[in-house]
């Protein structure tokens, strides 16, 4: 990768010029660079071997360097005792090591710039892709590997962090209500950064109860609210979230059986919901690198995400490694989910199903179809369920339990789902 055409001998010399006059002087520069920011060869293998040195907290000097240098054959390609000794001798201010460390730094992210530009070229010559999200996709992979990961950690000590916690303290929480009154107040919101993971039985409405959530919540002026649906069309999307609002029958809707002023009603609540950043993507098949790649994206061009939908989870696209069990591959990409919630500082909802194999009565999250570590890495996992015994003239009552809780513990709900206008609504317990 290294392009010795760019960069600067002088900076290069001088750094590491002072960690071998002054050892101590490495302490100021480990974390800020990497053999790679060398551009001259020999300066690569002059920074490997004295940090190996200080990672085995061994001396750093010219007989150590030239020692380890030699012991692996490397004595003469990092130019020789002559040119070290000639690197201490010239270059010994550690006063002024981190001016350099940044000028090496810079010049190296200008050579992989450069490289990645290459490689960019290089990929769309080879034309190795089956479609263009595929292409984009791999677009992305490289940009972000160009951007530094810091290596500094962020450990700090209680007297370093006083003042931000007491104004933590004091900050009001940024949490996100779901419109279900009874949970919201309960556990005070969905934190941003968490995964929350829907699962049910089928027909108790998921789809429903996930759409009114995202209308609820892009209707809150927290951020784009984005949806993926792979089992409907999005007009079918907009048939159930249109009825739930106006309480036209929603199989009338279906069929377009529709009344002149229920046509209109229908026309004020699509207006009403296109005046928030709501948005739709019905597409089947999904890869976790396809939500990853549009809503990050969206993010640089629009903005803060407000919350991410996706209806449902084992109906993506999801590979499998040679060897790995189909559970393992959901899990991973659960992982990755929780990755990007914690990446776009906002909430990932789930959709999933239960298992109906040993179900019976209330779930457990043994019951989690295709499970592998979803429950491991979800923050909430809430199941919807029907009891046959709890019944209701007002429509279908669906349970709701809470089986986990990362912050906020367990807990039990009841609703009324009544699906001729595909709503979900609080019922008394």
């Known amino acids: 990768m290294n392009n010795p055409s760019i960069g600067s001998p002088q900076s290069e010399c001088a750094v590491l010029g002072a960690i071998i006059a002054s050892p101590e002087a490495m302490t100021e520069v480990i974390t800020l660079l990497d053999k790679e920011d060398f551009a001259d060869e020999r300066h690569q293998w002059i920074w490997r071997a004295a940090k190996?040195?200080?990672?085995?907290?061994?001396?750093?000097?010219?007989?150590?360097?030239?020692?380890?240098?030699?012991?692996?054959?490397k004595l003469e390609e990092a130019g020789g005792i002559s040119y070290m000794t000639e690197l201490a001798s010239s270059y010994p201010f550690a006063a002024e090591i981190r001016h350099h460390a940044a000028?090496?730094?810079r010049e190296s992210y200008k050579r992989k710039g450069i490289q990645l530009a290459n490689d960019i070229v290089r990929l769309t010559r080879e034309d190795d892709f089956d479609t263009a999200e595929e292409y984009?996709?791999?677009i992305d992979s490289l940009v972000s590997g160009l951007r530094p990961k810091s290596n500094q950690g962020n450990m700090k000590g209680y007297d370093e962090t006083e003042d931000e916690y007491f104004a933590y303290l004091e900050s009001r929480d940024d949490n996100i209500t779901t419109g279900f009154r009874s949970f919201d107040q309960w556990s005070g919101g969905i934190g941003r950064g968490w995964l929350y993971v829907m699962a049910g039985e089928p027909a108790v409405g998921k789809t429903a109860k996930a759409l009114q959530m995202a209308a609820h919540i892009a209707g809150l002026n927290v951020g784009q609210v984005l949806f993926w649906s792979q089992e409907m069309s999005r007009n079918q999307i907009k048939n159930r979230q249109l009825s739930c609002m106006t309480g036209v029958n929603y199989s009338r809707i279906r069929r377009k059986e529709l009344e002149p002023h229920?046509?209109?009603?229908?026309?004020?609540?699509?207006?009403?919901?296109?005046?928030?950043?709501?948005?739709?993507?019905?597409?089947?098949?999904?890869t976790i690198e396809h939500v990853?790649?549009?809503?990050?994206?969206?993010?640089r061009q629009f903005g803060q995400i407000g919350a991410i939908f996706v209806d449902y989870l084992t109906r993506m696209n999801i590979k499998q490694k040679n060897g790995e069990t189909w559970s393992r591959a959901v899990g991973e990409v659960a992982k990755?989910?929780?990755w990007l919630a914690?990446?776009?500082?906002?909430?990932?909802?789930?959709?999933?199903?239960?298992?109906?194999?040993?179900?019976q009565g209330k779930p457990a999250l043994r019951n989690l179809r295709d499970s592998g570590e979803i429950e491991q890495e979800a923050d909430v996992v809430e199941f919807l369920w029907k009891d046959p015994e709890d019944t209701d003239q007002a429509g279908t009552v669906v349970q709701s339990y809470i089986a986990k809780g990362r912050e906020i513990g367990v807990a039990d709900f009841r609703y009324i789902f009544k699906g001729w206008i595909q709503r979900y609504e609080e019922a008394l317990k």
């Open 336 to 338: 990755r989910f929780k």
């Open 292 to 299: 990853e790649s549009v809503a990050r994206q969206r993010e």
């Open 262 to 286: 229920e046509k209109e009603l229908l026309r004020q609540a699509h207006r009403k919901l296109a005046e928030t950043p709501l948005y739709v993507e019905d597409s089947s098949g999904i």
């Open 52 to 73: 190996y040195l200080y990672d085995k907290r061994m001396p750093i000097n010219l007989a150590t360097l030239s020692d380890m240098l030699n012991r692996y054959k």
């Open 103 to 105: 000028i090496v730094r």
């Open 342 to 359: 914690q990446e776009l500082n906002c909430p990932v909802f789930l959709l999933a199903q239960l298992n109906r194999e040993g179900h």
């Open 136 to 138: 984009f996709t791999l």
